[in-house]
């Protein structure tokens, strides 16, 4: 008689299915942003409304993925835990894809920014090379899921790759972040009393944005 496999549903399905319900709360915050920011500067160029609203799609479509994982995972498997690491997610694969074009193009926009700040190339430069490293990434990660004969099996071989992706996001959302921070604090000592409460007001949310979001997305 085969062994049984433990399960622990708190740690797998309790912990993605908190996850997918955190990030539908970000996609209402992403989607309001969205909304305010075409209600209010309906003169930016084209090329950045396009921008917004080409990461709104893909934010879309990455809600989508996640949710259809979780449907697929706890309705159309119910009662067959063994299918969770058992089977791979065409689903979960364009997901985590969806995520890395979402992400390289927040830091390239964002290095472009701090480019146009700071007049210092090599800081962007470095921000693009990471971005561009966690895109390869991702692509990689796709296309060996779609591969992966289960999804326990591709963990567990390509596990230095997931571990290194999230890092490479990480150490480039602190780079921007500290860069930003950096920046305004040096303006910041010289400002005005007005000035320098605006500015301390800016560095709060570039930290929020930056890096607090970023830990909120890990599951990602």
């Not at 809600?63 to 159309?76: D, K, M, P, R």
Request: glycine share 6%.
């Amino acid at each position: 008689m085969d062994s049984v496999v433990p399960f622990n549903p708190n740690s797998t399905l309790g912990a993605f299915q908190i996850g997918v319900l955190v990030s539908y709360a970000l996609f209402g915050v992403t989607t309001t942003q969205m909304y305010i920011y075409y209600s209010r500067f309906p003169d930016d160029s084209r090329r950045l409304k396009a921008l917004v609203a080409f990461v709104w799609v893909c934010e879309v479509g990455h809600t989508f993925c996640v949710g259809h994982v979780l449907y697929t995972y706890t309705i159309l498997d119910y009662m067959h835990p063994d299918r969770v690491l058992g089977t791979t997610s065409r689903s979960l694969s364009v997901a985590s894809l969806l995520a890395g074009i979402i992400a390289v193009c927040v830091h390239g926009f964002l290095s472009f920014r701090i480019y146009v700040l700071t007049k210092r190339l090599y800081i962007s430069g470095l921000i693009w090379f990471m971005a561009f490293l966690h895109l390869m990434a991702r692509i990689t990660i796709f296309v060996t899921s779609l591969r992966a004969t289960s999804l326990g099996s591709f963990i567990e071989q390509w596990e230095w790759l997931l571990t290194s992706n999230w890092s490479i996001s990480v150490a480039t959302d602190f780079a921007i972040t500290a860069t930003l921070v950096i920046f305004l604090q040096g303006h910041r000592s010289n400002a005005h009393k007005k000035t320098a409460a605006i500015i301390d007001k800016i560095i709060g949310w570039t930290i929020e944005t930056g890096m607090l979001t970023r830990f909120v997305s890990y599951p990602d």
